[in-house]
């Protein structure tokens, strides 16, 4: 079951043309999506508007090879290891739902461009990962939903509350969840469950406006912007990260040793005190 190209198989009822037709609608409305979203929001105006004011209270210049540097970090960091989350549950249920929907999404290409029929064997090492994908996708996913978002977590929501925000997570789950069943029920077209797979394709590729997919692309470049603030020293106009124990910060802040000696402790971030339980 595992090592069927079900896009091959499906080749006899649909021709590849018209898939490969689909996916290439698919891109478009991705990019059409997000294009809309950012005039909508005007997003990409305010990006650019908050960047030049950075710059006129920058304390020194960024080069072009520490922004290439910052830029490698995200990279690194924030993109490739999902490094913004603090928190170690979220953040591996993010890897594991990011990861999870590309090596998902990049061989449902693969074999519909590289293998469309079952004249072309398709080697087994691609379907097999269309498999991990889409598990690893509803795992990362279904431990989100149920567990892990705030609505559940800290505000205390019942998981079946539904919001247009959620359109992304459950498009996401819906696509998942009715891709594994259609290989479970055998592939084909004549299947109730490649429908359901084929429709929560197409919302969850074609609601990109209304959801949160395109932060894949955002988030990125927000993090970037805010590395290059540190690094230039405008830091979005925030106070610096004093040392209360510096005796030049206390000189400047006289009520620091008054109230909390010479040598006050470091109590860390107040949003991490205690667990939010108050509902
Ligand atoms: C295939 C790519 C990706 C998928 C499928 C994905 C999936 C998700 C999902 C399901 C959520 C939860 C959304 C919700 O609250 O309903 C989320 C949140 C988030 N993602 Fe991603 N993501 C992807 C790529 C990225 C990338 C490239 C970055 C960063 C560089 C990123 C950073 C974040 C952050 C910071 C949040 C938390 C947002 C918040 O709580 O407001 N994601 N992502």
Redesign the pocket.
């Known amino acids: 079951m595992f090592v069927t190209n079900l896009f091959a198989g499906l080749s006899a009822d649909i021709s590849p043309s018209i898939m490969q037709g689909y996916i290439i609608l698919m891109i478009v409305l991705v990019m059409g999506g997000t294009i809309l979203d950012m005039i909508h929001k005007k997003s990409a105006k305010y990006f650019f508007a908050n960047a030049e004011k950075a710059k006129k209270s920058a304390k020194r210049e960024v080069g072009g090879g520490e922004k290439v540097a910052i830029a490698t970090s ?1 990279l690194v960091k ?2 490739l290891t ?1 490094g ?2 603090d928190n170690p549950r ?1 953040r591996l249920s ?1 890897l594991l ?6 090596i998902f ?1 990049v061989t449902t290409v693969i074999m519909i461009f590289g293998y469309p029929t079952t004249e072309t064997p398709t080697p087994a090492i691609i379907p097999q990962l269309w498999h991990v994908g889409a598990l690893m ?1 509803a795992v ?2 279904y431990w ?1 939903w149920f567990a892990i ?2 609505d559940v977590s800290a505000e205390g929501l019942p998981w079946f509350r539904v919001e247009r ?2 359109l ?2 459950l498009s ?1 789950l819906a696509t998942s969840t009715f891709a594994l069943l259609w290989s479970y029920m055998g592939g084909g077209a004549k299947n109730v469950y490649f429908v359901l797979f084929v429709l929560s394709n197409t919302v969850l590729f074609g609601g990109v406006y209304w959801s ?1 997919f395109a ?3 955002f ?2 470049a927000a ?1 970037f912007q805010k590395k290059i603030t540190r690094a230039d020293g405008s830091r979005e106009n925030l106070p610096p990260e004093y040392d209360l124990t510096d005796p030049e910060v206390q000189r400047k802040f006289p009520d620091i040793p008054m109230y909390m000696g010479k040598n006050p402790p470091n109590m860390g971030l107040c949003i991490k005190a205690e667990r939010a339980k108050h509902y």
Do not use: N, Q
């Not at 739902?97 to 590309?102: E, H």
């Open positions: 995200v924030e993109v999902s913004e989350f979220r993010h739902t990011m990861w999870g929907t590309v999404i996708l990362g996913g989100f978002r705030v925000a959620d992304f997570i996401l949160k932060h894949m692309f988030k990125p993090a």
